[in-house]
């Protein structure tokens, strides 16, 4: 009789690791969102903020908050055995911008955070990874006491192409952090699988 190992075990195959870049407005939540769901402890870049930023930061709706990301938030999660992903939160701040084409280098996809209280803050993200074919899905924080609004309206307030998926999240929420990380892994793999083979 054979001890050891059973024949019937699975041999370990290195999971497939993809990309993913959580960009949005200032103080939209995509370092909440990241640390939610991050199953290592996030890396996070944020400094508080100065006296001297207040000309050029715009604090308007969320004036309660005392800290910015000054390049990145980093997390990972393991969807399934054999997929990984890795978290890229962008800085919000326009002054941060210059960050993103680096971050952006590689990604398979992108979540776009989206605040109704500030709509307008979202669409440097959006004509930003619609000008560089990055396929990304529209996740709104449902931030307490903001007003809900259907998602036909806020798809018509962005403006959003019919393919582009939007959803509503709880940024502080892992299941539902994870259902819009799936919903944009899904996406941007469709869309891949529709790219014309180069030759």
Sequence with gaps: MAFGRSSRTKPYVEPVTLKILVAGGFGVGKTTLVGSVSE???????????????PVDDLHGVETKTTTTVAMDFGRITLREDLVLYLFGTPGQDRFWFLWDELAQGALGAIVLADTRRLEDSFA?????????????????????????????????????????LLMCDARDRESVKNVLVAVVQHALVLADRSPVAT
Aim: a negative charge; proline letters at 7%.
């Design 40 to 54: 290592i402890r996030p890396l996070r870049t944020e400094e508080i903020l100065s006296e001297a930023g207040r």
């Design 125 to 165: 993200a959006i004509d930003y990874f619609e000008r560089r074919g990055i396929p990304f899905t529209v996740a709104v924080n449902c931030f307490e006491g903001a007003q809900r609004f259907p998602a036909e309206s806020v798809r018509g307030a962005l403006d959003l192409d019919p393919e582009v998926e």
